[in-house]
C-alpha cells in the first residue's frame, strides 16, 4: 500500500518523504521545508507503522552495514521507553516495540520542530499542522496520537 492510499488521496496529493524508522534528518526536514514553504502542504503527518522492522531491529541493537546508522535516529525513542516499560527490552516485548514506534514519532514530531525554524513558524502562525500517528495493518486504519 502507497501512502496515497491510506488517505484516500490521488497519487501525486500526497507529498511523500520516506524512511525506514520514520525519523527526521536534514534530507527529510529539508523535503517537508520544500513541501510546505514552496510547494504550499498544509499537513505533517508523521506515520510509524503496527510491527515495524526498523524499530524492532532498533529495539534488538542490529548492527549491520549502513542500517547500524539509520537505526541510531530510532535510538532515543528506545531509550526514552525502557524505564517505563519491562524487560525484555527487545523485539519479542510487543508492548515495548509498539511504545517504542508511538515514542518514535511523537520524538520525531520535536525533533522536525527543533531542527526547522521554517516548519515550526509556519505551525505557530496556524499555515500547516504537524500531527502523529501510527498506521494499523490489520484494519488499514490510522491512531491519531
Ligand atoms: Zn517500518
Redesign the pocket.
Known amino acids: 500500500m502507497v501512502d496515497e492510499e491510506v488517505f484516500d488521496q490521488a497519487l501525486g496529493d500526497v507529498f511523500v518523504a520516506r524512511v525506514?524508522?520514520n525519523f527526521a534528518n536534514t534530507d527529510i526536514v529539508a523535503s517537508m521545508e520544500y513541501a510546505c514553504k514552496v510547494a504550499g502542504s498544509k499537513l505533517i503527518v508523521v506515520l510509524g507503522?503496527e510491527g515495524?522492522?526498523?524499530?524492532k531491529a532498533a529495539c534488538d541493537g542490529v548492527e549491520l552495514g549502513n542500517i547500524t546508522a539509520l537505526l541510531a535516529n530510532i535510538q532515543p525513542a528506545v531509550n526514552a521507553v525502557k524505564s517505563s516499560n519491562e524487560s525484555p527490552h527487545n523485539s519479542e516485548n510487543v508492548e515495548f516495540v509498539n511504545a517504542t514506534i508511538v515514542e518514535n514519532v511523537n520524538h520525531t514530531i520535536t525533533q522536525i520542530r527543533n531542527m526547522s525554524p521554517i516548519l515550526a513558524e509556519l505551525e505557530d502562525a496556524g499555515d500547516i499542522a504537524i500531527k502523529g500517528g501510527v498506521y494499523q495493518l490489520a484494519s488499514g486504519e490510522v491512531s491519531w496520537l
Request: glycine share 28%; with cysteine.
Open positions: 525506514a524508522g507503522h515495524c522492522g526498523a524499530v
